[in-house]
T-cell receptor, first 113, second 113 residues
Framework: AQSVSQHNHHVILSEAASLELGCNYS??????LFWYVQYPGQHLQLLLKYFSGDPLVKGIKGFEAEFIKSKFSFNLRKPSVQWSDTAEYFCAVSNQAGTALIFGKGTTLSVSS | DAGVTQSPTHLIKTRGQQVTLRCSPK?????VSWYQQALGQGPQFIFQ???????QRGNFPDRFSGHQFPNYSSELNVNALLLGDSALYLC????????????FGQGTRLTVV
């Protein structure tokens, strides 16, 4: 069965600090990988996604993620966080056959100004 | 262009009762998925509907059932409510293609007392 593991439950950073959120997945076949973000009081929205090709994908708001197949990882990065990045971040995976998403438990990011 | 809309936003039910939650997909989308998000957890996939048929199902009991209408809107029904069914129920719409971006609604907060 597919599963997603997010290593950090709560991350606290100061503005301008660099961010890396870990995500590992468990699945034997080809997968599609996603990062979703949920800002306070808002709905889940897509940050970025990986289907194939260049393992370094860029998303909205300066976020990027790198797919490392050998490590079953899809870590999210941002060089310099802003207070407005305070949110809940979810890593998710789907298999190539379907669109159902398997989510990790999420990481709460708190950025202080 | 309206996004995904869910109703009601909040609901309180008594243990043993039945509940129906509703979802209108984003314009142009033909696939609706439902997720359950318990407090402090990531969303868990319940099932997905396409062309009025259940296309995929997660690990949820038969008490959870759904329906999709010809206009692509969808309902989630939960029978014989348990205290553990208290959660945020999310609806996501997408196109049927594998890996298509899912757009989420704000959710329905269900409390079972």
């Amino acid at each position: 069965a597919q599963s997603v593991s997010q290593h950090n439950h709560h991350v606290i950073l100061s503005e301008a600090a660099s961010l890396e959120l870990g995500c590992n997945y468990s699945y034997g076949g080809t997968v599609n990988l996603f990062w979703y973000v949920q800002y306070p009081g808002q709905h889940l929205q897509l940050l970025l996604k990986y289907f194939s090709g260049d393992p370094l994908v860029k998303g909205i708001k300066g976020f990027e993620a790198e797919f490392i197949k050998s490590k079953f990882s899809f870590n999210l990065r941002k060089p310099s966080v802003q207070w407005s990045d305070t949110a809940e971040y979810f890593c998710a995976v789907s298999n190539q056959a379907g669109t159902a998403l398997i989510f990790g438990k999420g990481t709460t990011l708190s950025v202080s100004s | 262009d309206a996004g995904v809309t869910q109703s009601p936003t909040h609901l309180i039910k008594t243990r043993g009762q039945q509940v129906t939650l509703r979802c209108s997909p984003k314009s142009g989308h033909d696939t609706v998925s439902w997720y359950q998000q318990a407090l402090g957890q990531g969303p868990q996939f319940i099932f997905q509907y396409y062309e009025e048929e259940e296309r995929q199902r997660g690990n949820f009991p038969d008490r959870f059932s759904g329906h999709q209408f010809p206009n692509y809107s969808s309902e989630l029904n939960v029978n014989a409510l348990l205290l553990g069914d208290s959660a945020l129920y999310l609806c996501a719409s997408s196109l049927v293609q594998a890996g298509a971006e899912a757009f989420f609604g704000q959710g329905t907060r269900l409390t079972v007392v």
